[in-house]
Nanobody, 122 residues
């Protein structure tokens, strides 16, 4: 089964930046809506940002608006998450996933990857 492969995580101080990247394990895989989620220790997995294609409409959770930017490279079949002005509360494992419709519901997504750790120190 196709799964996502995330990369780009790391440890940064508050105010720093990171760029996450996601690609499907099979290059021919495509999905209408791609999204990033995150899960902090002891918390449920939450929607962070998503983008549709075609159309290129993006959706963000309120806590990251103005700081995070999602983008898709259709030619490379990848989706990226540029994260600026990171805060300690952004610390989590970040996951990439695919859905057939525009949704923030975790249950509607599949093809989950293993995730990439983002740690922001104060």
């Amino acid at each position: 089964q196709v799964h996502m492969v995330e990369s780009g995580g790391g440890a940064v101080p508050a105010g720093g930046s990171l760029r996450l990247s996601c690609a499907p394990s099979e290059r021919t895989f495509s999905s209408y809506f791609m999204a990033w989620f995150r899960q902090a220790p002891g918390k449920e997995r939450e929607f962070v940002a998503g983008m549709s294609w075609p159309g290129g409409r993006s959706t963000y959770t309120d806590s990251v608006k103005g700081r995070f930017t999602i983008s898709r490279d259709i030619a490379k079949n990848t989706v990226a998450l540029q994260m600026n002005n990171l805060k300690p509360e952004d610390t989590a494992i970040y996951y990439c996933a695919a859905a057939s419709t525009t949704t923030t519901l975790t249950s509607r997504y599949g093809n989950w990857g293993q995730g990439t750790q983002v740690t922001v120190s104060s």
